[in-house]
């Protein structure tokens, strides 16, 4: 159990999941086999049970790829002053809940509003651990071409600019790069990582929104 709650600790560790790490770290003192607590066998049992949904629940918060997404969201959220932007919209993805379509969670992720200006514009964040490599060798990001569709129908449409928001490494909470790009540069579903990396800075973006 020690090693496993070691490898876990470590696991969490490396990727940036500090307060998991600690979590774990404290198991190791717990179910340390040499210096064992003094505790009743169902006592020891429920200890068990709630590690094994520890584990789950960590599993699941590294690998979902709608739970990551969300958190790399709430990073870009963050990064506009809530004194200088206004929250207009959120995409809820309400359909994973409802069991049936709903066409705003084809909308953008989030919507804002620089309160000076009252210039509103809209942000699809998209957090990658790392490029994709094409087996021709090209390193880039995929975008579904119907995402793209729905995005220039709803630029159109609603008179709001576009802009996707893309973290490359290290964890939806702290992302090590991230570029923000225009819709209008986007013209294929495949996006080289060159295009990529010439898109604004967090800082850059926040200095004109």
Known sequence: MSVLLAALTYLAWHQGYTKWA????????????????PLSSA???LLEVVLALIVLALA???????????RFERYIIALFPQ?????????????????????SDTYPDVVLRNNASQFA??????????????????????????????????????????????????TPEHPAKIFFIPLSDIRHQFIPAHTVESGKSAADFLARA
């Open 60 to 70: 699941v918060s590294i690998t979902d790829g709608y739970v990551k997404g969300a």
């Open 121 to 170: 514009f809209a942000v699809e964040c998209k957090w990658r651990r790392a490029f994709t490599t094409t087996q021709g060798g090209e390193t880039g990001l995929w975008i579904k071409e119907s995402k793209l569709r729905r995005y220039r129908l709803y630029e159109k449409e609603k008179k709001i600019p576009v802009h996707f928001a893309f973290g490359i490494g290290g």
């Open 22 to 37: 600690l979590v774990y770290a404290v198991g190791i003192i717990v179910f340390n086999p040499v210096f064992l607590l």
């Open 83 to 103: 004194s200088q932007y206004t929250v207009v919209d959120r995409t809820r993805d309400s359909g994973k809940f409802l069991a049936r379509f709903v066409e």
């Open 43 to 45: 006592m020891w049992l």
